[in-house]
């Protein structure tokens, strides 16, 4: 009888996983899904074994993560990681597949402080430009020539006087409006905010210029704050920001209109100037240099995806691998160790204490050799039990391979099946003629059809 290759009424088949298997595929679906991650926390069980490797935890109030770091790169560290202090560390996900553990291999550590304050600015730009905050299609164009223009900062700090002299150089008959405010410290954000607010409120300025000097991450952080961005971007007046030196990029300056890399650059902006075609010959250029920067960043995340495929690739990452469960099978080792040496020394004290009270040197003598003596049968027995277990494992594995259905099947057996009820036929007279069975062979199945029962007509096989 023909077989039907369009249906199996009965399919056998299961892809069944390892143990490693899993293991293995897991960490590749988190090595992939994931590109370097900036973590921040606390250190906790810090670990550096003979290999020259350190693994820790990296815990919050909350959490904690198991991490390692490899050789080559703790010996690029600037500093000594000790327990307990607050850490800014750049790391990819991975998994240790010996033991199953979620973890993250560190590849750059450095203690929290200024770290910390580019994460959370990074997270707030990251969240504000998901809102479309930063969109440049939602920037206003600055005016040709303004009539007014108003300056927020502070009126005593030297970024005013840059700003005054190049206005004054640039278009001496600009009127300017100055809206105090401070640059620095635990309120200036707010204050800044109200300068805008008063600005709007007046409608007097065309344009908007908000500046500061120079400083550091954290004398500029008034400048990164959400309050501020956001009345930036309500500002019905255009605002143009002129903060710290050109290295220095804040939230402010994303959420602007336009960005001045100084606070004279800022006035620059917003003067007119007899030098138009210079202006627009500026204007290309930055655009030029934002559409560079784009396709630099796109190049730069393919280039990483290349090489986070390569690094799984990569023969030092297996042997990365493979150490960190050499470190792991000598911890245990050493632990195995003390144990048995505990209980063993446990077992000695008695004998000890009976020696102490007797006190002759040569009783002493002879039991440190009976000592010694019990060390080595100790070792040999363990060795001799771990030997019987294993011979006692490969017999039981090759019984089980021999009591396997599909082992039997290899040897010419079949299993059969009534269709389309499933049950299994022992004996000849559970089938009619016309009836169909199922014959499971060692490698894929038939339907056939019984034609004659022999059994049931001479009563059963001799």
Not at 45 to 51: F, G, K, M, W
Not at 115 to 126: H, N, T, Y
Not at 304 to 310: M, Q, W
Request: glycine share 8%; net charge positive; hydrophobic share 40%.
């Amino acid at each position: 009888m023909q077989q039907d290759s369009t249906r199996n009424p009965l399919d056998f088949s299961r892809d069944i996983y390892s143990v490693s298997r899993l293991n293995r595929e897991a960490r590749a679906v988190l090595e992939g899904g994931f590109g370097l991650l900036w973590v921040e926390g606390e250190l906790s069980n810090l670990a550096q074994p003979a290999s020259g490797h350190i693994y820790f935890s990296l815990k919050d109030p909350a959490a904690q993560v198991r991490c390692a770091m490899f050789r080559s790169k703790r010996l690029l560290l600037g500093f000594k990681p000790a327990n307990h202090q607050q850490v800014l560390v750049r790391a990819r996900v991975g998994l240790y597949e010996g033991r199953g553990e979620f973890q993250l291999i560190v590849e750059h550590m450095e203690p929290a402080g200024e770290g910390a304050l580019r994460l959370r600015f990074e997270q707030l730009k990251q969240r504000l430009a998901a809102e479309g905050l930063f969109e440049e299609s939602q920037k206003r164009s600055l005016p040709p020539i303004p009539r007014r223009v108003g300056l927020i900062t502070s009126p005593t700090g030297a970024a005013v006087r840059d700003l005054l002299t190049v206005l004054e150089r640039r278009f001496p008959a600009l009127p300017v409006v100055i809206y105090p405010a401070q640059v620095q410290g635990q309120h200036a954000a707010g204050e800044l905010v109200a300068a805008l607010d008063l600005a709007n409120g007046r409608t007097e300025c065309d344009v908007l210029i908000l500046a500061r000097g120079g400083g550091s991450l954290e004398d500029l952080q008034a400048f990164n704050d959400e309050a501020l961005a956001r009345a930036i971007r309500r500002s019905a007046i255009p605002v143009v920001t002129g903060i710290g030196h050109e290295i220095d990029l804040c939230i402010a300056d994303l959420a602007a209109d336009r960005r001045g890399a100084t606070p004279s650059a800022a006035a620059e902006l917003v003067s007119p100037s007899a030098q138009h075609l210079a202006q627009r010959v500026r204007a290309c250029e930055q655009r030029l240099r934002g559409a560079w920067t784009r396709d630099l960043a796109m190049r730069r995340q393919r280039f990483a995806a290349a090489e986070r495929h390569l690094r799984l690739l990569h023969p030092l990452d297996r042997l990365q691998r493979r150490q960190q469960r050499v470190d792991d099978l000598q911890r245990r080792l050493a632990t195995a160790l003390e144990r048995r040496l505990a209980a063993v020394r446990g077992r000695l004290d008695p004998l000890a204490l009976r020696i102490r009270g007797v006190s002759p040197q040569g009783e002493l003598a002879r039991r440190r050799l009976i000592l010694g003596a019990l060390e080595r049968r100790l070792d040999e027995a363990m060795e001799r039990i771990l030997d019987a277990h294993g011979e006692r494992l490969a017999r039981a594995a090759q019984g089980l391979e021999a009591r396997s259905p599909l082992a039997t099947l290899t040897r010419g057996f079949a299993i059969l099946r009534r269709v389309p009820t499933g049950q299994v036929v022992t004996d000849a007279g559970q089938l009619v003629p016309g009836d169909h069975v199922d014959v499971r062979l060692a490698r894929g199945s038939l339907i056939l059809e019984v034609v004659e029962v022999v059994g049931e007509k001479y009563g059963g096989y001799p």
